[in-house]
């Protein structure tokens, strides 16, 4: 089953072109990396496919429902007449839409003043409307599965960098979701907190849970991905099976690009 697909999105900031023509699709259980040099995309396509950013043009659908078409050339959203950031963000029918994912930023994140389980239980009250018992319930839950129950009152500020990314794996998937996105969840972290991220991610991934992640890491990109879509300069330069792309790519700028990781 298909959770989530963009077709021939398109996006420009101040004329220039950030994204030219993006056609991904994710189906369920998948985990997907999207890998390319910085500066080639990968973010921008993130926060569109989450809401934070609006596409020019393009298609979007989460569970094969249309979201955004562009019929005319110029995206329309569903449920709002005009494109700005201020209007997807007031948008009611987005806000149902935002239930089918979470999002893992890069820096977390999270908010300082609140504690680790109230950050955690915000958004499935705030947002979603639940009991605040049940939701409770499940943040203990899942920080137990972080290895964080014991940081409950805790402060973001008293945490390492690995733990507050822990928690903020804790609060997406509070959300319960249909698909995760991470971007770049590492990028902020020496190498051995790294090791624990991309750890915790694995076992997620174990668990067939959808996953969309924006990585810098190769070696876990083709172990543990079903598929790599490589970008460059706004564009799907080639996409495949993850251990065949990373380990024999057919297209000369992605062999340029990962010869830099070998």
């Given amino acids: 089953m298909s959770l989530f697909e963009i077709k021939n999105c398109k996006k420009n900031f101040n004329g220039i072109k950030v994204l030219d023509d993006i056609n991904i699709k994710v189906n369920e259980g998948e985990v997907v990396a999207i890998i390319g040099s910085s500066g080639s995309g990968k973010t921008t396509l993130l ?69 680790v389980l109230k950050n955690v239980m915000d958004a499935p009250i ?82 067939k849970r959808t996953m969309v992640i924006v990585t810098h890491e190769m070696n876990f990109a083709r172990d543990v991905a079903d598929r790599v879509v490589f970008m460059d300069n706004g564009v799907v330069v080639e996409e495949g099976k993850a251990y065949d792309l990373i380990t024999n790519p057919q297209k000369e700028r992605t062999k340029r690009f990962l010869q830099k990781y070998d």
């Fill in 47 to 115: 926060r569109i496919c989450t809401f934070l950013e609006y596409m020019d043009c393009g298609e979007m659908s989460y569970l094969n429902e249309k979201i955004v078409t562009s019929e005319d050339g110029i995206a329309r959203y569903i449920g709002q007449k005009e494109l700005s950031i201020d209007a997807l963000n007031k948008n009611k029918e987005l806000v149902r839409i935002k239930s089918y994912f979470g999002l893992v930023f890069q820096n977390f994140n999270l908010f300082p003043h609140w504690t």
């Fill in 126 to 207: 705030s947002v979603q409307k639940k009991d605040i018992n049940e939701v409770k319930e499940k943040a203990i839950y899942y920080l137990k599965k972080m290895g964080l129950e014991h940081k409950t009152n805790s402060y973001p500020c008293e945490l390492s960098g690995g733990q507050q990314q822990r928690v903020a794996i804790a609060r997406a998937l509070c959300l319960e979701p249909k698909i995760i996105y991470f971007d770049e969840p590492t990028s902020a972290l020496d190498p051995e907190l790294t090791s624990e991220i991309l750890k915790v991610i694995k076992e997620l991934a174990s668990e």
